[in-house]
């Protein structure tokens, strides 16, 4: 009988502890998840390369280089089709220069690279914006610990007061009400919208941020910058004074090569910094590529909210159904448990 009473009252005390003991290691595991992830190191560059990208980021933008790309692609077939054929008696040369030549035949592959990166970015662009509408990249890790702190600092109370007799009521209650904040944290964010598309974004910009990628987009733009100086200081003088003619009338005579030469200095002024943000954030890029994947993090979130709301509900119904006044009766009641001699002195009688 004693043994059966002494299982009970254990019993009875790891039924009023296990609510807490979760809502410890739930806090704990919300600790312990961004410095397993790195996230402390990893956040901040994610944050910096989305600063990086947002000039770049929009539709003007992009429509922008797309408008570019055409005005080179006219200016390329003027060439062929104006230029070469007779370049020697056109222009005074006895050949065409190497970067002339160079912009000539790269340029199908440039720009059917160039245009496919745009096209990228440009259908990225709606998954930006939601990244930029989550909470700044450098809290994320706060946003783990900051609620793991408070979980851990409400069980220990809870646990601290149980241990001194004292009801868990208090404490559970707390940690339901905590739960609810970590469970609609994503909610509130609208996480569960945004985070894939962020993930969307991250993986289709992995066939762009990658070193081999970036140094072939720079040879790129050195083949451009070569081609059109070439034609602004040698092809187009050399064509102006063979056939005597004006500044005005080559314009007229080439307007693609003249356009091209005028629009180069927003050209390059542009497309010189994002290929160099896109250079700079590599390393960034790949702190974000290496944290968990994005449609996992309201999860994150919305899976320790329900365990802790769940545990400590059930616990606050244990604690309604049975009070501790009870437990200190029921472990009173108990010689062996309560340090009292037995009142009945029959069975020692008995037993001699």
Do not use: C
Request: charged share 15%; proline share 9%.
């Amino acid at each position: 009988m004693i043994e059966i009473m002494g299982n009970r009252s254990e019993a009875t005390g790891w039924n009023r502890r296990w609510p807490l003991i979760v809502g410890l290691v739930v806090g704990l595991g919300l600790i312990a998840a961004p410095l397993a992830f790195q996230m402390f190191t990893r956040a901040p560059k994610g944050g910096t390369m989305i600063t990086a990208f947002k000039p770049y980021m929009t539709e003007k933008t992009i429509s922008d280089f797309q408008k570019d790309l055409g005005t080179i692609g006219v200016a390329v077939t003027e060439a062929k089709t104006q230029v070469s054929p007779q370049f020697e008696a056109r222009t005074g040369l006895s050949a065409p220069p190497a970067a002339y030549q160079a912009l000539l035949e790269q340029w199908p592959t440039i720009n059917k690279d160039m245009s496919g990166m745009l096209s990228t970015m440009q259908s990225d662009i709606g998954d930006y914006q939601a990244v930029v509408a989550l909470p700044p990249f450098p809290l994320f890790p706060w946003f783990f610990v900051a609620p793991g702190v408070f979980l851990v600092g409400i069980s220990s109370w809870g646990l601290l007061r149980r241990s001194r007799g004292g009801s868990p009521r208090a404490p559970l209650i707390a940690l339901v009400v905590l739960g609810v904040g970590i469970l609609a944290a994503p909610a509130i964010f609208q996480m569960f919208t945004r985070a894939p598309k962020g993930g969307q974004m991250i993986d289709d910009f992995a066939s762009l941020m990658t070193p081999a990628k970036v140094g072939t987009v720079q040879g790129y733009f050195l083949v451009l910058a070569d081609g059109e100086g070439t034609l602004r200081n040698q092809v187009v003088p050399g064509i102006e004074h063979t056939t005597g003619s004006t500044a005005e009338q080559l314009a007229s005579a080439l307007p693609s090569i003249t356009g091209f030469s005028a629009r180069w200095p927003a050209i390059s002024s542009t497309m010189a910094p994002m290929i160099g943000a896109m250079s700079d954030n590599l390393g960034n890029y790949a702190a974000v590529k290496a944290m968990p994947p994005f449609p996992m993090f309201p999860w994150f979130f919305a899976i320790p909210g329900v365990i802790v709301i769940s545990t400590s509900a059930a616990g606050l119904v244990l604690a309604r159904h049975r009070s501790p006044a009870a437990d200190v009766a029921s472990e009173s009641s108990d010689p062996q448990l309560s340090g009292q001699p037995d009142s009945n002195p029959t069975n020692d009688e008995e037993k001699r």
